[in-house]
């Protein structure tokens, strides 16, 4: 089983500068977009506000990494947002998906330390 942990990037400030209506039209496009990518393959959830959780079957987990690198290319240029996310694996749900939030939480602190150094 594959799960994927999806975050959107900085949701609180992009609501403070551009408004909730746009935060929320925002989240709306990228559950699309992520259902319309894993249709045949995804449970997806939303998840605490701007998470999303999505189990995978029937992909492998590299098909899953080339999913979620067009997703975010995507989400970046029509929705205006950035996002993190992390893939996992494991025999059960909740081992797929602490592997994921492990991932995830790899992906974000790597992204800041890039982000802190200007690039």
């Known amino acids: 089983m594959i799960c994927i942990s999806v975050d ?18 925002a989240l ?7 259902r319309e990518l894993f249709l045949q393959h995804a449970t997806e ?3 605490i506000s701007d998470e999303f959780v999505l189990f995978i079957e029937g992909l492998s987990t590299a098909e ?6 067009r997703c975010e290319r995507q ?5 205006s947002v950035r996002i993190s996310y992390g893939i996992g694996t494991g025999y059960t749900p909740a081992t797929a998906r602490r592997m994921s ?17 200007g690039q």
């Open 8 to 25: 959107v990037d900085d949701m609180h400030r992009l609501n403070q500068a551009r408004g909730c209506a746009f935060g929320d039209k």
């Open 28 to 34: 709306e496009k990228i559950a699309s977009m992520l």
């Open 45 to 47: 959830i939303r998840h």
């Open 64 to 69: 899953s990494k080339k999913k979620m690198a």
């Open 75 to 79: 989400i970046a240029s029509t929705c």
């Open 101 to 117: 939030m492990a991932a995830l939480f790899s992906s974000k602190r790597a992204r800041a330390v890039v982000d802190e150094n």
